[in-house]
Each structure stands twice: as structure tokens, then as C-alpha cells.
């Protein structure tokens, strides 16, 4: 029988790569995302991961059981409203999430495609928290009015924070039903968004990075690790971050541990 997969942002980028990689598997992968995939064989639903109405509208249309939902659909920068990066990249996802909990297969799979910007999360665990706590709506948006201070300066690193840190209270939530929650923090990759993040992390900044780990990501370097996760049998892997970004986050660490060892020389 074909297997259900759900995949957020499934028409350009990583959510692209990741589908093109799975379509050929002989699932059926349901794009939820503001434009169609361009692959035959998948199946579109017009979705605004923002907006509560439309993600419920889409939910109706997906089939009673999902074998797996991959998490990719997120914004870097938004003009004239900042705030709606934080609406993307977290509160729609974990929105989303919980409402397709009950279609969930008993031993399914939820991937979070989050971000190596957000991989620090425990830095700010306070701010982190505190967003995760939110159970409503109404919540969500007095928070986003009460804590500009918070969350301004970088909506989209705040934004990847909390998604990278759901996937432990995800993981919680999913016991009963044996779903396993994992997060893939992906570092630079050049995807439509790759403009937006050069002007969040600056020209220099960027191609530092870049030159430091020999070349950007592509879309599919990202996708290969989904499709692992997606395929292998890892009943044992659950509730982990996995950073996929060439390295550089380890010679960062084994540059911290050899300047250790020089003073202590």
C-alpha cells in the first residue's frame, strides 16, 4: 500500500529537493506550500503555514493516515511585518504538527527542518521557553506585541530556535504513539532564500563561512539526510538534532579545543 507523506514548502529549495528524492519511492507526497510542485506525480494543497484557517483547510484534504511529515516551509526576512517570520517558522509549524498528530501512523516520523541559526537555542533558553509555553492564538500574537524587544533584532534566528527546541516536546508528545522527532539544522545553502540571509548575516560574514567550509550547501546535500531519516529502519533515533552544514560547526570546535590547549601549553 502507498505510504502518505506530508512535506511543508515542498515546491523550491530544500522542501524540492527533498520531494524529488521521495516521489520515486513510491509514496504519495502532499505539498503544502503557497505554490505547486512542479514533479509529477505530487499532490499540491495550496497552503499558508501562517494562517490557522488555511492550514485547516489543507488538513481536511490530506488523507486519514501519514506515514511521515517533513517540516521544511520557512521565511528568512519579511517586509513590512517581521513578526510574520516568527509566524512561519514556528507557531504554523508547530500549529501544523499538532493538528496532524491524530493521522499520524502508529510509528511514524516527524522531521523539523530548522537551521544551524538556531542550533544555539539553550543561549536562550528563557525567550525559548517562554514561546514554547504559548498554547494559543491569542497568545501568540499578545506575545509578539509584549516581547518586541526579544524577537526583533532577529526573527528569524529566535524563529529557529523554538523549532529546533519543539522537537524535544514533540518527541515527548509523541510516545504513545512510537513517533519519533528529529531536527535537521541545515548551515548555509543556497536555495531562493540565500539573498535574504546574505543581508541577515552580512556579505563578509557570509562568504567567510562559505570559504571556511569549501563550498555552500545545495538543496539535495540537505534532502539526502531527509531521505535517510525517512527510509532507514532508526526506530532507536528519535529526539536528536543532526547539523548538516560541510563541517564547519566542527572546525569551529576543534579550533575552541586547540586554542584551549595552547594556553594551557
Known sequence: M?????????????????????????????????????????????????????????????????????????????????????????????????????????????????????????????VVAGMLALTTLEQEEAWLLEHQLDWQQDPYKISKQCAAAYTYLACLAGKEKQIRVNCINPGITETPLSDSFRELLGQERYDSIVDQTGRSGKPDDVAAVVEMFTLMETEWLNGVEITVDGGYFGRIQAATLNAHEDRKA
Open 2 to 126: 502507498t505510504e502518505n507523506i506530508v512535506v511543508t514548502g515542498g515546491a523550491s529549495g530544500i522542501g524540492a529537493a527533498v520531494v524529488a528524492r521521495l516521489v520515486d519511492r513510491d509514496f504519495t507526497i502532499w505539498n503544502l506550500d503557497l505554490e505547486a510542485s512542479s514533479l509529477p506525480g505530487v499532490s499540491n494543497l495550496v497552503c499558508d503555514i501562517s494562517d490557522r484557517n488555511s492550514v485547516e483547510q489543507a488538513i481536511v484534504l490530506l488523507p486519514d493516515t501519514l506515514r511521515a511529515v517533513i517540516h521544511v516551509a520557512g521565511i528568512a526576512l519579511c517586509r513590512p511585518d517581521p513578526s510574520q517570520v516568527i509566524r512561519v517558522n514556528f507557531f504554523g509549524l508547530r500549529f501544523l504538527n499538532e493538528q496532524l498528530n491524530e493521522k499520524m501512523v502508529v510509528g511514524g516520523q516527524v522531521l523539523i527542518v530548522a537551521s544551524s541559526a538556531g542550533r544555539d537555542w539553550r543561549d536562550n533558553s528563557d
